[in-house]
């Protein structure tokens, strides 16, 4: 019994995750951001590399 | 047989699983820094790929990379004017963490087969003290929170924030990225200044932790190690204890990397996946399951 809720639990945390994944993905979509990171990381990031 | 003739023998599945997991990681970092042209011109990858975030820690900067790190892009996002998270990379990454938790970490993470390489140099090798190890893996989340508080919160007059993690710690972007870019681009060697040295001092110390110990960064330091970690003990990858089967050897707590209580709980935050309990444990006790299901029980069924 104990078991089977336990599996219950992680379905829920499972399915949860995946729904909020896809949806915070397709909010970023919405918002543009992949073409700033693209924007980004094009460049030769200088803080990445310890010069900026 | 002799004692020495059967300590080779059962020594084979865990020399065949490191030379799996070895030749997945070494696939992985080729094929996620698969722009060889950057290394020859000294020159980044400009295109479309690096729309996408890959799903562990490799520096946009190198020179091979084809991607974008997530790291690098949530902070990108978070120090820019009107965002304070990218919604597109975290749910990138829950969504990987999800479906594979901190296997990312163990097979194909760039940073990791680095640690792992260094820490077959041969010579002495240290396990932290108990109590400091214990303790010391929390940094990591501390860290995690950093990284997306510290842009979003810590602003310029203009509301520009600044990526905290890559430039002042991150040993990644240092290797991947600086020391190349450095080495051949003498404009960008002009500019070395005091927060180069700084991050090339925390990346020697890393690398001589990582000769000396398995993996300090992703245990102690990594955020995304951290983030993956939160979904370790759900993910659809994970691994399974068969407490009947058990004899409570303890070989599979003395092959693992990560210092994991294996007899006690097999699915922490820190296990990075890498099977090597599986591979010592001779009553087979451990195995992995996808979904809710194992090998064996889905034979049964």
């Known amino acids: ?12 945390l ?26 980004k990381a094009v460049k030769i990031c200088l803080e990445c590399i310890g010069i900026g | 047989m002799s004692g020495m003739h059967r300590d080779r023998v059962k020594a084979t599945p865990l020399k065949k699983q490191n030379r799996i997991r070895l030749l997945i990681q070494l696939a992985a970092a080729a094929v996620l820094n698969g722009y060889a042209a950057g290394f020859m011109k000294g020159k980044i990858f400009t295109g479309k ?4 975030c890959v799903p562990v820690l490799n520096c946009y900067s190198c020179p091979g990379a084809l991607g974008s790190c997530p790291i690098g892009a949530l902070q990108a996002v978070a120090s820019g004017t009107g965002r304070q998270i990218s919604f597109y990379v975290l749910g990138i990454l829950m969504l990987f963490g999800v479906l594979l938790g901190r296997f990312l970490c ?46 979003a919160v810590l602003v310029d007059g203009f509301g520009l924030g600044t ?10 972007g240092t290797l991947e990225g600086g020391v190349f870019h450095v080495l051949v681009n003498g404009q960008l060697r002009s500019l070395v200044g005091g927060l180069f040295w700084l991050k090339a001092a925390i990346l ?18 990594c955020p995304l190690g951290a983030f993956y970690g939160l979904f370790n003990r759900f993910s659809l990858y994970g691994i399974r204890m068969d407490e009947s089967r058990c004899i409570r050897c303890g070989k599979c ?3 693992c990397p990560m210092d994991v209580k294996i007899t006690k709980k097999i699915n922490t935050a820190e296990c990075i996946r890498c099977g090597k309990c599986r591979a010592v444990c001779e009553k087979e006790a451990i195995s992995i399951r996808f979904m809710l299901k194992t090998k064996q029980e889905k034979e049964q069924l």
Do not use: N, W
Not at chain 2, 128 to 145: A, E, Q
């Open chain 1, 1 to 12: 019994m104990r078991m089977k809720r336990k599996q219950i639990a992680i379905m829920i």
């Open chain 1, 14 to 39: 499972r399915a949860a995750a995946i729904v909020l994944g896809i949806l915070f993905l397709v909010i970023g979509i919405l918002r543009g951001e992949p073409g700033e990171i693209l924007f």
């Open chain 2, 49 to 52: 790929t690096k729309l996408f």
């Open chain 2, 106 to 151: 163990g097979f194909l993470c760039p940073f990791g087969l680095i640690q792992d390489l260094l820490h077959k140099i041969p010579g002495r090798k240290f396990k932290i003290p108990s109590g400091i190890d214990k303790t010391g893996r929390y940094l990591k989340y501390v860290i995690l929170v950093l990284v997306f508080l510290l842009p």
């Open chain 2, 163 to 172: 990526p905290f993690f890559c430039k002042y710690f991150c040993p990644a």
């Open chain 2, 204 to 221: 020697a110390i890393i690398i001589v932790g990582a000769i000396l110990t398995e993996r300090p960064f992703c245990r102690y330091f």
């Open chain 2, 253 to 255: 707590e003395t092959v």
